[in-house]
C-alpha cells in the first residue's frame, strides 16, 4: 500500500489561514497534488485528514507505504511546484528497496521539509 495523506486545515501562509480563494493552504496543496497526479497518469492514492496535529509546519503531508519507511512531513508551499516535487521524491522512494532516498537525489524542494520517519509495521 503506497499512498499519500494530506491534511486539507493546514494554513496558507504562516500569517493567513486561507488563500485569495478562500481555500486553507492544505485544500490548494491537495488540488495542485490532484492535478499533478492526473498529469502523470500515476495510479496513486490520495487521503485527506483534517488536522495532522503539525501546525508549526504547515502544510502536512505524510508519504505512506506499508513495505518501506513511511515520511511525515510539513512546511510546504501550497503551490503545483511543490506537488511536483513531493511526487518526484515519492517516486524515488517506491524505487528504493526500503524506502530510503540518498539526500544527493532529493528534488531542491524536498530539502528541509521531513519530521519523521517511520519504520514499517513488523509482519
Known amino acids: 500500500m503506497r499512498d499519500i495523506v494530506m491534511c486539507t486545515t493546514c494554513k496558507f501562509s504562516p500569517s493567513e489561514k486561507t488563500g ?6 492544505g485544500e490548494t496543496l491537495i488540488a495542485h497534488m490532484a492535478d499533478a497526479i492526473a498529469e502523470r497518469g500515476l495510479a496513486l492514492g490520495v487521503s485527506t ?3 495532522l ?4 509546519r504547515h502544510c502536512s503531508v505524510i ?7 513511511t515520511y511525515v512531513t510539513g512546511g510546504h508551499e501550497p503551490t503545483r511546484e511543490q506537488a511536483e516535487a513531493i511526487l518526484d521524491w515519492f517516486a524515488l522512494h ?3 528497496e526500503t524506502g530510503e532516498v ?12 521531513f519530521i519523521a520517519r517511520i519504520p514499517r509495521a513488523p509482519t
Open 20 to 25: 485569495p480563494d478562500g481555500r486553507t493552504g
Open 49 to 51: 485528514q483534517a488536522c
Open 53 to 56: 496535529w503539525n501546525c508549526s
Open 63 to 69: 508519504l505512506r507505504d506499508g513495505g518501506r519507511f
Open 94 to 96: 517506491g524505487e528504493s
Open 102 to 113: 540518498p539526500f544527493r537525489q532529493w528534488p531542491d524542494r524536498m530539502r528541509g521539509h
